[in-house]
């Protein structure tokens, strides 16, 4: 829980440097980053590992990529106030290594990686946003098109394969909400580096598509648990 409220933070203090322009706000995730650039080459696998993708950070490699996405999003923002060396220390601590375990730590990370699934989609926004912060096409390649970068798998697969040409994901309402945030949000990314791959137009507008049904799935602002699971 610690770590979720760290993300949390770093994300909100990120967007209110970028508001604000009050180096208070930078300072408190650039400390943050360079904390975690310490511990994370210390970790081993997490203890309380009960997944077949344990983390590090977390029980599950999952939330290492939830992380990792919000945690992006602070680094952005901070990337100019950060000294050169800093940056040099983080990336080569704490943002390489933790993209190399979501992506390819063993191979069952890889598998969901590469997978057609909510966790496929938030290993894969994860590691393509850190990728474009720090200019590195290997990572937004593999994002996008799959470790193999053969289009077989990875973010643009996933947009063809998890939505009914309306926008319904095939996982259900309930996970609907929960991927939206990394689909839209590495959309926006995608948009902003890469405006010639027209991310919004793709597949007749999906991902708005996407958007719109999640709404319809919605009774008085609230989504139904109604997901893929058997129980």
């Not at 800093?86 to 190399?100: A, C, G, H, Q, T």
Request: charged letters at 20%; proline letters at 4%; hydrophobic letters at 40%.
């Amino acid at each position: 829980e610690k770590h979720k409220n760290n993300y949390y933070e770093m994300y909100a203090a990120g967007i209110m440097y970028q508001l604000t322009g009050k180096e208070a706000y930078a300072h408190f995730v650039r400390d943050m980053l360079m904390k975690y650039a310490d511990l994370y080459p210390t970790l081993g696998l997490h203890p309380a590992a009960k997944s077949e993708t344990p983390g590090k950070l977390f029980w599950q490699a999952l939330n290492e990529a939830v992380w990792l996405v919000h945690t992006a999003n602070a680094y952005d923002c901070v990337y100019n106030y950060m000294s050169t060396a800093d940056r040099e220390y983080v990336e080569k601590n704490l943002f390489y290594p933790i993209s190399e375990f979501i992506s390819n730590g063993n191979p069952a990370n890889y598998a969901v990686f590469n997978k057609m699934h909510n966790h496929g989609t938030w290993a894969t926004a994860s590691v393509g946003m850190i990728g474009y912060v720090m200019g590195d096409r290997n990572l937004t390649d593999m994002a996008l098109y799959g470790s193999k970068k053969d289009g077989k798998s990875g973010f643009i697969r996933q947009l063809d394969m998890l939505f009914s040409p309306d926008g319904y994901f095939t996982e259900g309402p309930y996970y609907q909400r929960y991927a939206i945030w990394p689909f839209m949000t590495f959309a926006q990314v995608i948009q902003n580096r890469q405006p010639e791959l027209k991310i919004f137009e793709y597949r007749n507008g999906i991902l708005n598509k996407a958007v719109n049904t999640l709404i319809q799935c919605a009774y008085n602002g609230e989504i139904f648990f109604l997901n893929d699971a058997l129980s």
